[in-house]
């Protein structure tokens, strides 16, 4: 069984541009979400979305959007890119159905963003 | 902001050697998860131990739970190079299919 697919793995933006990184659940998954990753910060959760819905969403401001298509895939988007949004993105998959408590998440390798 | 603090923040032992990491969060919990990250890698879940739990083995690995103080610890035993990794613990909330991670212990297992 494949994992969890992102991609793409690295990628360099300017300030100001926008950025779309995208994530290819397990088969059978309906949950996805994602997490930031940085150094200051950590493992920030950013959202979760559960059959096309966004279940769950982390403080993070309005630049950050996400959807999630009717075949599990989630697309992530960030606008006008800052310094600061330079991180390892990750994508989760899991198979929680809607109200169970979070179970095992399988994670993808994640989309290095470095913003210049 | 991070339900979970993790102590230490950076370990190193011989191969051979035990490797214990404690894990703090503030609020009331479903389970307990951890998971380890190679370097820039993804994450790899390791074990869940749900909140009526109070130990629990997989393998090497030895989970303990008290939720009257609000901590996990996680022991790695008869550690390999392998095992060199950051170690992560998380927390899932009230709502929704989300984890809040702990800041992670960094382990470096020596040959």
């Known amino acids: 069984k494949a994992g969890v697919t992102q991609t793409p793995r690295y990628l360099i933006k300017t300030r100001g541009q926008q950025v779309t990184l995208s994530c290819s659940p397990i088969s059978g998954h309906r949950s996805v979400s994602w997490y930031q990753q940085t150094p200051g910060q950590g493992l920030q959760f950013l959202f979760e979305?559960?059959?096309?819905?966004?279940?769950n969403k982390g403080n993070f401001p309005g630049r950050f959007s996400g959807r999630q298509f009717s075949n599990s895939r989630s697309e992530m988007n960030v606008s006008t890119l800052e310094l600061g949004d330079s991180a390892l993105y990750l994508c989760?998959?899991?198979?929680?159905?809607?109200?169970?408590?979070?179970?095992?998440?399988?994670f993808g390798e994640g989309s290095r963003l470095t913003v210049l | 902001s991070q339900q979970g603090e993790e102590d230490p923040q950076a370990l190193s032992i011989q191969e051979g050697e035990n490797a214990t990491m404690n894990c703090s969060y503030k609020t009331s919990i479903n389970n307990l998860q951890w998971y380890r990250q190679n370097s820039g890698r993804g994450l790899v879940h390791l074990i869940l131990?749900?909140?009526?739990?109070r130990e629990k083995h997989s393998g090497r690995l030895r989970v303990t739970l008290d939720t009257s103080k609000k901590s996990s610890s996680l022991l790695i035993t008869a550690s390999r190079a392998a095992d060199t990794a950051s170690y992560f613990c998380?927390?899932?909330?009230?709502?929704?299919?989300?984890?809040?991670f702990g800041g992670g212990t960094r382990v470096l297992v020596k040959p």
């Open positions: 998380a927390t899932d909330g009230a709502a929704g299919n989300k984890l809040t």
């Open positions: 989760a998959s899991s198979l929680a159905l809607a109200g169970d408590p979070t179970g095992e998440l399988f």
């Open positions: 979305y559960f059959s096309e819905t966004q279940r």
């Open positions: 131990i749900r909140s009526n739990e």
